[in-house]
């Protein structure tokens, strides 16, 4: 980073992504990234959080989320390699819309993908 202030932090802390269909969705991402959502139905909310260690996410469904592929896109991690990740995502019914590619040298690599719910997604990883 080039311009220093001394107030760098990391700015995600949790996020959600919003679905329509909550077992598609959950299906879709398990798939993708090869892990297990653990499942917290609330009545009114049904959340899906994936294992983490830092920065939080979770699938969620109700009348407040609204999937779209307009507004913030968020980066999840996929590291080592994005490339692992993004060749799961057409055979689970998503769909890559940027292949990977270098951001630069020093920024790692990035691709973009429509989500099994219509959400724009992206992926980031150092190699």
Known sequence: MEHQSGKEKSWTHWFEIPVSKFDRAKKF??????????VNDLGSLKMGIFPYKETGCAICQNEFYQPGQHGTLVYM?????????????EP??????FQKK????????????MDSEGNRMALHSTT
């Open 29 to 38: 991402y398990e798939t993708i990234f090869e892990t297990e959502i653990f």
């Open 92 to 97: 689970a019914r998503g769909k890559v819309l």
């Open 77 to 89: 991690n996929a590291n080592p390699d994005l490339l692992i990740v993004q060749n799961h995502i």
């Open 102 to 113: 270098q951001i630069s040298p020093e920024h790692g690599h990035m691709c973009v993908f």
